[in-house]
């Protein structure tokens, strides 16, 4: 079993910054690649940002610039500094990380979800 657990939610001010945390912990022999999504009411969920084990970085085109993703390999997180929030980007996020239990075997594993609401 592997398990995502979310930290760092919260409300923030228009133009202000929070940190998102995640760690995985379980039954893990590699993490590869690690994402953050998010939903936004009444909208579907969408993929943020994604890093690779080796550090290569995409996100989306709506947070270039204001967010980063960063991940420690070595205690299995994964990060996403916000920077410069817009209400726009009020929703709940989610960690996401296709984790190989063995050689063999990847699988796909979700967190729970922190809630982000930025206001005006």
């Known amino acids: 079993q592997v398990h995502l657990m979310e930290s760092g939610g919260g409300l923030a001010q228009s133009g202000g910054s929070l940190r998102l945390s995640c760690v995985a912990s379980?039954?893990?022999?590699?993490?590869?690649?690690m994402y953050w999504y998010r939903r936004a009411p009444g909208k579907q969920r969408e993929l943020v940002a994604s890093i690779t084990s080796g550090g290569v970085t995409n996100y989306i085109d709506s947070v270039k610039g204001r967010f980063t993703i960063s991940r420690d390999n070595g205690k299995n997180t994964v990060a996403l500094q916000m920077s410069s929030l817009k209400e726009d980007d009020t929703a709940v996020y989610y960690c996401?990380?296709?984790?190989?239990?063995?050689?063999?075997?990847?699988?796909?594993?979700w967190g729970h979800g922190t809630q982000v609401t930025v206001s005006s």
């Open positions: 379980g039954d893990i022999y590699k993490i590869n690649d």
């Open positions: 996401n990380a296709a984790v190989q239990v063995s050689p063999k075997y990847e699988f796909n594993y």
